[in-house]
Structure formats: C-alpha cells, structure tokens
C-alpha cells in the first residue's frame, strides 16, 4: 500500500479509534414503583470557585461513570483562581451547557453559597442566575435562591472546620428550615458520613443527599463515586427537581444505601430475581432457593429469627451480579402444613435511621 494512504488510514483509525475508545460504566441499580432511578451528584466544583478543572471535565467524567445529572455548585463567596478567572457566577454553567445536552447529561444549574457557622454551607439547585446570589445578609441570599424556585440544601453539616467536635443543628437551622430556606441535607459528602444528618431528614423532612463535593479531577476507582439515587417521574430536570421537593431519594457510598424503607425495600426486592413458586418443605428435608441479585449491590442479610418449623441461614450476602443459593430446612412436622414460610432478614448495608438498618421479608408460598 502506498504509504500516504497507509498514513491516511492510519490517521482515520487514530482519530476513530479515539472517539469510540472510550466506554461508558453502567450502574446497575433497578426503577422502582413506576420512576426511573436515576444517578445524580448534586455538589462540585471547576475553577469557577476553588475547583482545579474546566466544567466540560465534569461532564465528561459524569458521562464516563454513568451518572444522569450533575449540578455544577461553584461558591459564590470564594473564588479562589480570581486573579486568574475573572467571569462572573453563571459561567461555568454556561460552558458546560453544550456538552451536557450533546452527551445527554442533565445538567441542573447550582451554585454553593458558603458562609461561617451557622448557617455553614448551603447549595441552592435549580436557580436561574447565580450572579444575583450575591449578597452581604445570608439570608437574603436565601431568599433570592428561593424567589428563583431554588431547593436549598445544607452540605457537610458536620464538617470538621466547621464543627469540630459535635454535630449541631443551630436555631439558624431552624430559621431556615420555618422560612422554606433548608429543604434537603447531605447524609454523604464525599466518604464523610453524617449519622446525626440521617436522622434530622427522618424528623423534620429532609430530603437525603450524598454528593462528592469533588475540587479535582474524578479519580477513576473500580467503585462508583458518592451519589443520589433520585426516583424521578421523568428523565429532566423538571422530573428530578419534583423528586427532590417530594423527598424520593437514596443516598448510596461504597456498598452502603441511606433512606427511607418506601425507597429501600423496593430497590431491594426488584433488584432480585427467584423463583416464587411452591416450595412444598416437609420436616427433616430441605429446599434450595436461587437467588439471583441484577444490581451492582452487594446485599448483606442477618437473620432477624429463627423460622417456626424451619431453619434458613443466620448470614447470607447476596452478591452483585451473581446466584446466591439460599437453603430451607423442616426442623418439625408444623412446616409440613405451613401455607407459607417467611423469612425475616436485616439487611445490614441498607441503612433507615442512624441506629436501624432495613428489614425485608422473603415469603414463600409452602403448601
Ligand atoms: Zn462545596
């Protein structure tokens, strides 16, 4: 072959190549009761603030792990490249805008509003000009957010620059959260977790966040980063900003999801598939149940009790991607006429308030 079309081709297969070579991850996490679960971190930065990438990066990145939506939240009140970056609050967004709609990644348009203790650190999301958020009085910053249609929420509240020993909730907290100003809280930022954050959201009604607040570039990890499971009527930001408001949420670290049980225990249940049909037990023989888990969750079960008539495993995970066989025993002649067999599981990675974790019933139909 002539070696200018052997360079062409070359050339072609260089640039192809680089186009198509890089793959999305998938996150395997199943829809629940008719929304779509979608996979979202609500809270990071580009050099617009104190971040050290361009906000097309963060696109990019989003797009690679397999997220659906991103807010870009650059601080207001700290822009730490001014010297160099001099644009105002709604650039960042603006940039990254393009890519976002050509990738299909929902961008929400955020901005981080970053004041001492109290109130600390608060993330206003679906704003339409952040240029306007800057104000002397917090809480005219607030207000402005919500004149916008912002959902407001508090970042890191148990921060150690911020609150180095406890966890506290302030009266300003309470100001906010009277006035409409506070209508979520991050349970997760980054692989800090706020066990007291979990347990105000159960009390007062907030919605539960786990963000990454990244400053850097992502480091790629066989994990997944930090996020928000939110369970959306539609794929937009109109779909994810009424989720928000409407609390349906799951916040999801390493192998650890955070929520409520209405959202918990169908992600469980449809993340599983086995087989329901009669099992026919009878005292002193025993039954294999395959169970096969469709997510990316590892799901580790304790043993609530003990069965009436039937002895099933104290400790089972259910790995991702894999059948897990889980056996049944007839331990007397009760199983021999029991019309189902229920199991009462803990499951131990899943957790509903700062001390409990999710507990899920398997029932089998028997005779
Ligand atoms: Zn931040």
Avoid at 225 to 250: D, P, Q, W
Wanted: aromatic content about 10%; hydrophobic content about 40%; some cysteine.
């Amino acid at each position: 072959m002539h070696y200018k079309r052997l360079s062409f081709f070359l050339i072609l297969y260089l640039i192809v190549g680089f186009a198509v070579g890089q793959s999305r991850k998938d996150i395997n996490i199943p829809d629940i009761s008719g929304y779509k679960t979608l996979k979202c971190d609500f809270h990071m930065h580009t050099v617009f603030s104190d971040g050290t990438v361009w906000p097309t990066v963060r696109i990019k990145e989003a797009w690679l792990e397999g997220l659906d939506a991103i807010s870009i939240t650059d601080h207001i009140e700290y822009l730490q490249h001014s010297k160099d970056i001099s644009a105002d609050h709604n650039r960042s967004f603006e940039i990254a805008r393009p890519l976002a709609m050509e990738l299909d990644v929902i961008l929400v348009k955020g901005a981080e509003i970053t004041r001492d203790m109290p109130p600390g650190h608060l993330n206003a999301l679906f704003i339409t000009n952040a240029n306007l958020l800057v104000r002397d009085d917090v809480m005219d910053a607030l207000n402005e957010a919500r004149d916008q249609g912002a959902f407001i929420m508090w970042n890191h509240p148990g921060w150690k620059a911020q609150q180095p020993d406890t966890t506290l909730w302030w009266e300003k907290h309470t100001e906010l959260f009277n006035n409409d100003l506070m209508h979520g809280i991050e349970v997760y930022n980054s692989r800090s977790y706020f066990p007291e954050a979990l347990d105000w959201a159960n009390e007062k009604g907030l919605t539960m966040f786990g963000n990454t607040d990244v400053h850097g570039p992502m480091e790629s990890t066989d994990s997944h980063r930090t996020m928000t499971l939110v369970f959306a009527k539609n794929r937009s930001v109109g779909g994810i900003k009424e989720a928000l408001f409407s609390r349906r949420t799951v916040a999801y670290f390493g192998n650890t999801l955070i929520g409520e049980s209405k959202y918990l225990e169908p992600l469980f249940f449809e993340s599983l598939d086995y087989d329901k049909t009669l099992l026919r037990l009878k005292d002193k023989e025993s039954r294999t149940i395959q169970i096969k888990n469709n997510s990316d969750i590892d799901y580790e079960l304790e043993l609530l009790q003990p069965g009436v008539g039937f002895e099933a495993p104290e400790v089972i995970t259910l790995k991702a991607h894999q059948v897990t066989l889980l056996q049944v025993s007839g331990n007397s002649d009760e199983v021999n006429t029991m019309k189902k067999l229920d199991l009462f599981y803990e499951v131990k990675n899943m957790k509903i308030s700062s001390k409990d974790n999710l507990v899920v019933t398997f029932s089998f139909k028997n005779n």
